[in-house]
């Protein structure tokens, strides 16, 4: 307690640390906000909620970090582990996703988790349970004097992160498939009178999807760490930030993915490191318990 | 599901069972007490999850809530919690017979108490999501347990409490953890069959097929899901006790609230045997507890992946369960009368045929 109390007096007392947390938590917010998109797309195209989000990042990390062990720049990593996944998703999609679409919420919630049971246990048998960490060798940039520290992967990490979601959200605007898939989540029985393969869109959205969490993972391995068992913890994250924001609300989902890399630096740094899922958890519970407030007014089942 | 209570038969080969089986395995007396406890969970997750259709992903929260209760009476009782727990790992303590068996008795009451007040508590947070929102929502209730506990020094935070020693042989300790457990599952499937055919199985079965009409028609439907979580509560809050002691040691994340190994095998028995069936619970239980043996002794290193297989297969390809799959192939069986199907057809107005595979 008294340690807590004395890290809050050191934000208060020194502004300039404030800062510092504020911009580390804004770039790991980018990721964050680039997974949770991915997250919120298949949400609300396919409705299935997919539970494997971390681990696919888990994969897209371990993969980065594969490269750099063979003496490859760990950037190299980003469009390697995005066609990777983009197999791999369309390879879950045909033989699971693709059978529990028009089920009810807890069978695909259910099949999701499976996967990421198997994706966890699969990555620890593989490379062990050791944290591990892609090192691009790049400097560290120090700024006030040296009171604020910037990695420069960090914000290497953030601009890939950007132009990513940028590339995605513009293919989403302009082309065909992303005009396809917009259709298909406002009303997939109109889009099929319409002409549009949603079986398709569906096998579609859901690669993309695993491309997206491969770019991402691609990113935490440089910029951060990758664990076998940590996927579940950005599961976790993920599904915080897209049910804070709706899955409908791109913007809410991106300053939603910024808010929480901001309170996981402060968080952790108030708390101490030991107690960050712990505060993802809360923040799961708060989330949930504010939502249900809201929904107080406009009963509605969800299914 | 009409029946008041078992019938006497079945009342009678079920204490067969439970009596012969760790004579005729005496090998295997801790696998098959397990199997009690897996009937156990398997049986209190489908009063929500099957019959009144709520998919809870956090029912190991109240087992390992009765776990720590338990310890933390059975040891405050005689010693200082804080003390004991640092302290365990350097001094010896121990714990007289009429000790340890009057703090177990109490810790075991404490622990089903205890579990269904947390359930209370808890349900105010839960109750006003819906559907995946559910099972998320208690998943989080159970992985913040997990990880509240692992961060409480005065319970030994990630350390865990070594359990006070069983004051007897290790055969009679072997057997006594065997017929609690035993026990347990009796007086839960007893209770069970009781509680279905009370007004309170049809409401809470209103509650699955349809809760807005069921509100509607005048059902106050929190009471009822409260009161449906807080019985699971109670006896996972028991089965926590007793399983705490049997192990000796506890410890947050794999033993109390194992998330991903206890919990996700409760939904996985139920889906396998038959969700909102009776038997269909039980059925699952005895099937998955082989199952997982066998597998765990011959994939050594492989079983959890075989496990998440296991998921995805049951989930995606066989939902109905072996009782489900049962009922539809024999439904006169179970004394299910079904209409001869030319005729629905006939009746069925072409606007009200199947959609198309896939629609919504």
């Known amino acids: 307690m008294q340690q807590v109390l004395g890290n809050i007096s050191v934000l208060a007392t020194m502004p300039i640390f404030n800062l510092g947390l504020l911009i580390d938590g804004l770039l790991i917010g980018s990721i964050f906000a680039l997974a949770a998109y991915g997250l919120a797309l298949v949400w609300g195209v396919m409705n299935v909620k997919n539970l494997a989000q971390g681990d696919f990042i888990m994969i897209g990390g371990y993969i980065t970090w594969s490269l750099g062990r063979l003496g490859f720049n760990p950037l190299i990593g980003v469009p390697v582990a995005m066609v990777v996944l983009w197999v791999l998703g369309w390879v879950l999609y045909r033989t699971v996703i693709s059978k529990v679409i028009a089920r009810d919420l807890f069978t695909s919630l259910l099949a999701t988790f499976g996967i990421a049971i198997v994706i966890q246990q699969g990555l620890n048998l593989a490379f062990g349970p050791d944290t591990q960490s892609a090192h691009a060798d790049l400097p ?71 491309a997206i969490c491969g770019a991402a993972g691609a990113l935490v391995a440089m910029v951060w760490n990758v664990q076998p068992f940590l996927g579940t913890t950005y599961s976790i994250r993920l599904f915080v930030i897209v049910t804070a924001a709706g899955f409908g609300n791109l913007p809410g989902v991106i300053a939603a993915g910024f808010g929480m890399g901001v309170f996981e630096q402060f968080g952790g740094f108030v708390l101490g490191a030991e107690f960050q899922q712990a505060l993802i958890v809360l923040l799961l519970l708060m989330v949930l318990a504010v939502r249900q407030l809201q929904q107080l007014r406009i009963r509605q089942a969800v299914q | 599901m ?44 489908d009063i929500l999850g099957g019959q009144m259709g709520y998919n809870s992903l956090g029912n190991i929260f109240f087992f390992g809530a009765g776990m720590y209760t338990s310890a933390v009476v059975q040891i405050g009782l005689f010693y200082d919690v804080g003390m004991y727990t640092s302290g365990a790992r350097t001094t010896h303590i121990v714990f007289t017979t009429a000790q340890y068996f009057t703090g177990f008795a109490l810790g075991m009451m404490a622990a089903g108490v205890a579990a269904a007040l947390l359930a209370l508590a808890t349900s105010w947070i839960v109750f006003g999501l819906r559907g995946p929102y559910f099972a998320i929502g208690t998943l989080g209730v159970a992985v913040a347990g997990a990880e509240l506990i692992a961060s409480w020094e005065w319970v030994g935070a990630a350390g865990g409490i070594s359990m006070p020693v069983f004051p007897g042989a290790p055969e009679v300790q072997k057997l006594f953890f065997y017929f609690l457990l035993f026990g347990l599952a009796f007086v839960v499937l007893v209770f069970l069959r009781w509680l279905y055919s009370t007004n309170f199985g049809l409401a809470i079965n209103a509650i699955r097929d349809d809760e807005e009409k069921a509100e509607a028609m005048g059902l106050y439907t929190g009471r009822y899901k409260r009161t449906a979580w807080a019985i699971s509560a109670f006896f996972l809050g028991i089965a926590g006790a007793i399983f705490g002691n049997m192990t000796g040691f506890i410890e947050p994340r794999d033993i109390a609230f194992p998330t991903t190994t206890f919990n996700i095998f409760m939904i996985l028995m139920v889906l396998l045997g038959g969700k909102g069936t009776f038997w269909g619970p039980v059925v699952g239980a005895v099937v998955f507890h082989v199952i997982k043996e066998v597998t765990w002794t011959y994939f050594l290193g492989w079983q959890f992946v075989a496990l998440g297989l296991l998921i995805v297969i049951i989930v995606v390809y066989f939902q109905q369960g072996i009782v489900g799959w049962l009922m539809e192939k024999y439904p006169e069986r179970f004394g299910i009368r079904v209409a001869p199907k030319e005729k629905q057809d006939l009746a069925r107005p072409a606007s009200l045929s199947p959609q198309p595979e896939g629609a919504e």
Not at chain 1, 156 to 169: P, T
Not at chain 1, 176 to 189: E, K, L, N, P, V
Request: hydrophobic share 55%.
């Open chain 1, 140 to 210: 560290t940039l120090s700024l006030a004097g040296g009171l604020i520290t910037i990695a420069t992967t960090r914000i290497l990490g953030f601009v890939s992160a950007i132009l990513l979601a940028v590339a995605v959200v513009l293919f989403m605007r302009k082309s065909r498939m992303g005009q396809a898939i917009r259709a298909t989540a406002q009303d997939s029985r109109a889009a099929r009178v319409l002409g549009i393969d949603t079986e398709k869109v569906y096998s579609f959205t859901f690669c993309l999807n695993a």
């Open chain 2, 2 to 45: 009409s029946r008041t209570s078992l019938h006497p038969i079945t009342i009678g080969l079920l204490l067969l069972a439970g009596v012969a089986a760790p004579l005729l395995f005496p090998a295997y007396t801790n696998q098959i007490a397990v199997l009690w406890l897996m009937i156990v969970f398997a049986s209190t997750w």
